[in-house]
């Protein structure tokens, strides 16, 4: 295994870059190998691109320098990117990537099949910053490194509750609060506290969310008309699969929101044997055995079918 400066090698110039619609991961190790690199090589052009920054995640030291304009030209000597599972992930930056000397891909999503020059990809780990890691000189490592790299962790495990969760996982964490890391803000700031009109929509489509498959799946949905009348964006509606993930007796948990007249991002999360990445790839996606998603076009209840159709295979 390379170490980040291995990596790096003779390149001056460093873009990094995190998939559209950046959720706690993809912000955590985007901003982590940032901060690393420019508290420790000072000698490097670096910068990061991501297309939509949270307001939430702005307590994560240098929000500010995420440029979210997409590609201006530059040619780097190398690009970066992080949890991101494949090319059209990047969105805006993806012709970044195209035009660099040199590419290189951290991830950990099992349907990344290593489209870079240089791949460590570890599907089995809990998240894309556990993966960056091991990249890193913990001796090198501060607060302001830190800080992401333990949001990215608690995000993508759950709060260290998702199979994905390992000892080394539990380590490493343990490893970053030793850095200074202020576990209560993070975890309330970026995790846990949402808006008020978060709240309201999320229980409306709680309350008209439906029981198939014997009660072994849930599903909800979430279209354009809802989120005008409640206020809310795509941006806002992250956390609506895990709020109805642990009804009793469901095995996997779908939801749905409205991205265009006729497309629909679809998250799937399962909690013991199904293999929702499998599901995620068939229909354009990706992801982790327990959490995968897709875009999908189509009408909502022909989505709707045709996904329960599928899953029924594997209850």
Do not use: W
């Not at 901003?31 to 990061?48: C, F, G, I, T």
């Not at 989120?227 to 509606?237: A, F, I, N, S």
């Not at 599901?279 to 909502?300: D, M, W």
């Amino acid at each position: 295994m390379m170490k980040i400066n291995d990596i790096i090698g003779d390149a001056k110039t460093i873009g990094i870059a995190g998939h559209v619609r950046p959720d706690g991961d993809c912000m955590g190790s985007c901003m982590s190998l940032y901060n690393y690199l420019k508290k420790n090589r000072p000698d490097l052009d670096v910068r990061v691109f991501l297309e939509f920054v949270d307001k939430k995640f702005n307590i994560i030291e240098n929000t500010d320098q995420i440029i979210t304009t997409g590609y201006d030209g530059t040619k780097f000597d190398l690009f970066i990117s992080l949890d991101t599972a494949s090319l059209d992930r990047l969105g805006l930056n993806l012709p970044f990537y195209e035009n660099a000397k040199r590419t290189a891909c951290i991830d950990h999503h099992a349907s990344n099949d290593g489209y870079a020059d240089y791949n460590y990809i570890l599907p089995k780990a809990s998240s894309a910053s556990e993966v960056l890691y091991d990249l890193l000189d913990e001796d090198l490592i501060d607060k302001s490194i830190a800080e992401p790299m333990y949001m990215g962790i608690a995000h993508d495990s759950g709060v260290f509750r998702f199979q994905s969760t390992t000892p080394k996982t539990m380590r490493i964490a343990a490893n970053m609060i030793e850095k200074g890391v202020n576990v209560n803000m993070i975890l309330e700031e970026t995790f846990f506290r949402k808006t008020y009109n978060q709240m309201m929509v999320t229980a409306k489509i709680q309350s008209e969310a439906v029981l198939a498959l014997d009660g072994k799946c849930i599903y909800g949905y979430c279209t354009s008309e809802m989120m005008e009348e409640y206020g809310v964006t795509t941006k806002d509606l992250d956390a609506v699969v895990a709020s109805i993930r642990n009804v009793d007796g469901v095995e996997v948990a779908m939801f749905l929101y409205q991205l265009s007249e006729d497309s629909y991002k679809v998250s799937l999360r399962s909690k013991n044997y199904v293999d929702v990445s499998k599901i995620a790839v068939e229909n354009g996606g990706g992801g982790h055995v327990r959490a995968a998603g897709a875009e999908i076009h189509g009408e909502l209840n022909d989505i709707i079918n045709k996904l329960l159709n599928r899953i029924k295979q594997d209850i």
